[in-house]
Nanobody
Framework: QVQLVESGGGSVQPGGSLRLSCVAS????????MNWYRQAPGKERELVAA????????AYADSVKGRFTISRDNAKNAVYLQMNSLKPEDTAVYYC?????????WGQGAQVTVSS
């Protein structure tokens, strides 16, 4: 079955950086667009970034554009989210996601806390 396992969350001061990783299994990773979402307390889950199956195209939410970079390594079945210039409003649980036909699959989430 599909499994997505995130790692790399933590606490950082404003202006700092973190790198999230997500390792996938149970499906042909190289065929699917991969996504990162986040959910802050009391807010809806929102799409942060996406990368196409070959890594050739990426897309970002306006709130993170220029600060976050999504990338993937199909040889390792992994997708990454490099987060720079972090702000307190980036505090959230970050989820790796893949959409296969009518199904959405999610990782367990990685907590990112940005605070001084």
């Amino acid at each position: 079955q599909v499994q997505l396992v995130e790692s790399g969350g933590g606490s950082v001061q404003p202006g700092g950086s973190l790198r999230l990783s997500c390792v996938a299994s149970g499906f042909t990773f190289s065929r699917y667009t991969m996504n990162w979402y986040r959910q802050a307390p009391g807010k809806e889950r929102e799409l942060v970034a996406a990368v196409t199956s070959d890594g050739g195209s990426t897309a970002y939410a306006d709130s993170v554009k220029g600060r976050f970079t999504i990338s993937r390594d199909n040889a390792k079945n992994a997708v990454y989210l490099q987060m720079n210039s972090l702000k307190p409003e980036d505090t959230a649980v970050y989820y790796c996601n893949v959409k296969k036909w009518i199904n959405d699959y999610w990782g367990q989430g990685a907590q990112v806390t940005v605070s001084s």
